[in-house]
């Protein structure tokens, strides 16, 4: 009983696949979206792709409360530089500024960040912010528990000047490659595209994604069957 316990107890952590795709004119957002709490699945549709600014997201992995505070002291730092400026952040001043907190507070957060964006000075950018505060503007980057089982995947895959849609399809499929090989990962699959047009969310269910190797079709739980059927009156 102890341990069950213990595993309540834990911090929610996003076991996660969370990536970032540059493509000729924007880039692409994905995430899967299960959060757990040690063992047990605290959130199975969590949203792990979040606004900074209106041209600029962050994904989270890691311990969700430290990406989420850290997601909010940056909102609030861009929203103080845009008033300041009067035009949006740089998706490059954005990626700084998560870089630099999670750099100071590198003894005391547990995420890793993948900041992506448009702006009208060098497009689509794309930047990963590991586990200490590192910088690095990537054409694609993933990151998350899922992402050990993608990086040949994704070098074999990526190419450059790929097409809006080969962007989205990429991203999407990589995700639910993840989830099938990845016990943290799961649910269901978010993207994010921004270009010079704005930004356009996509959602894709569970039961929609593909299968891959063997996987199980998902099934109506014991309890959705119950609770779906009146039980039968008792005779006596």
Same mark, same amino acid.
């Given at each position: 009983?102890?341990?069950?316990?213990?595993?309540?107890?834990?911090? /929610?952590?996003?076991?996660?696949?969370?990536?970032?795709?540059?493509?000729?004119?924007?880039?692409?957002?994905?995430?899967?979206?299960?959060?757990?709490?040690?063992?047990?699945?605290?959130?199975?549709?969590s949203d792990k792709i979040t606004?900074?600014?209106?041209?600029?997201?962050?994904?989270?992995?890691?311990?969700?409360?430290?990406?989420?505070?850290?997601?909010?002291?940056?909102?609030?730092?861009?929203?103080?530089?845009?008033?300041?400026?009067?035009?949006?952040?740089?998706?490059?001043?954005? &990626?700084?500024?998560?870089?630099?907190?999670?750099?100071?507070? #590198?003894?005391?957060?547990?995420?890793?960040?993948?900041?992506?964006?448009?702006?009208?000075?060098?497009?689509?950018?794309?930047?990963?912010?590991?586990?200490?505060?590192?910088?690095?503007?990537?054409?694609?980057?993933?990151?998350? =528990?899922?992402?050990?089982?993608?990086?040949?995947?994704? %070098?074999?895959?990526?190419?450059?000047?790929?097409?809006?849609?080969?962007?989205?399809?990429?991203?999407?499929?990589?995700? =639910?490659? &993840?989830?099938?090989?990845?016990?943290?990962?799961?649910?269901?699959?978010?993207?994010?595209?921004?270009? #010079? %047009?704005?930004?356009?969310?996509?959602?894709?269910?569970?039961?929609?994604?593909?299968?891959? /190797?063997?996987?199980?079709?998902?099934?109506?739980?014991?309890?959705?069957?119950?609770?779906?059927?009146?039980?039968?009156?008792?005779?006596?």
């Amino acid at each position: 009983m102890d341990s069950i316990y213990n595993d309540l107890n834990a911090p /929610h952590s996003m076991g996660t696949t969370i990536i970032g795709v540059t493509y000729d004119g924007g880039v692409v957002l994905g995430a899967d979206s299960r959060t757990s709490t040690g063992m047990y699945v605290a959130n199975r549709a969590s949203d792990k792709i979040t606004q900074l600014t209106d041209n600029v997201y962050i994904c989270r992995s890691g311990s969700a409360a430290d990406s989420q505070v850290l997601s909010d002291y940056v909102r609030y730092y861009l929203h103080q530089h845009t008033i300041q400026l009067g035009q949006p952040a740089t998706v490059k001043v954005a &990626a700084n500024l998560v870089r630099m907190v999670s750099y100071n507070n #590198k003894n005391m957060l547990q995420t890793g960040l993948i900041v992506g964006g448009w702006d009208k000075y060098e497009g689509g950018k794309i930047y990963g912010i590991p586990l200490g505060g590192t910088l690095l503007e990537q054409p694609f980057t993933i990151g998350g =528990s899922g992402s050990s089982y993608l990086y040949g995947f994704f %070098d074999q895959v990526w190419k450059e000047g790929m097409t809006q849609d080969e962007a989205e399809k990429l991203v999407v499929k990589a995700v =639910s490659l &993840a989830i099938a090989r990845d016990g943290a990962s799961g649910g269901v699959v978010r993207t994010v595209t921004i270009n #010079k %047009d704005g930004v356009s969310r996509k959602f894709y269910p569970g039961n929609t994604l593909p299968l891959w /190797h063997e996987e199980l079709e998902a099934k109506d739980s014991l309890l959705d069957s119950l609770s779906a059927t009146s039980p039968e009156p008792m005779v006596s």
